[in-house]
């Protein structure tokens, strides 16, 4: 039977413990973080193949959560973000709830509806936004669509 590598959470001290908080909970504690909605994402790192997993602020749009790219205003992207761009295929958890899912970024006709979206969940992207050079990603994580039922 093949060993699966242990999920490494992030190297960020307040992060990692937000995880395990989250974890330990099915998100009891941790799902609202200072009032807003996260979820636990699992990538798997693209030098490594070790997966990793953190926390993110999310929104939803119908059936699909949306994520931002922010790194905190970085001027560069967070590694969960380039992860995911090299293996789309991630996993997820909200409150109790574990599932796949296949990240994309959002096209630029998606865009602007969907960063109106997370910034009426998390107005500081707005200030990320004005003070980092590069624009930040937000990406789309996809659930898989359920199959029909035999004879639907």
Known sequence: ?????????SP???????????LATDGEQGHDY????????????????VPRRTAL????D???????ASNGASAHDPNWYANLL???????????ERFP?????ATPGERPRLWALMGEIFPTY???????PREIPIVILEPPTPEPAPGA
Not at 12 to 22: L, M, N, T
Not at 86 to 96: F, G, I, M, S
Not at 126 to 132: F, G, P
């Open 62 to 68: 119908g059936d699909r959560y949306i994520v931002v």
């Open 101 to 105: 899912a296949r990240a994309r970024p």
């Open 34 to 49: 200072l009032g807003y909605p996260t979820l636990l994402i699992t990538t798997r790192g693209r030098r490594t193949g």
């Open 12 to 22: 960020q001290d307040w992060v990692a413990e937000h995880v395990r908080r989250y």
């Open 86 to 96: 090299a293996d789309p295929e991630v996993e997820l958890q909200v409150r109790a």
């Open 1 to 9: 039977m093949e060993q699966r590598p242990e999920v490494r959470d």
């Open 126 to 132: 707005d200030e990320y936004a004005a003070t980092t």
């Open 57 to 60: 602020i999310y929104g939803r």
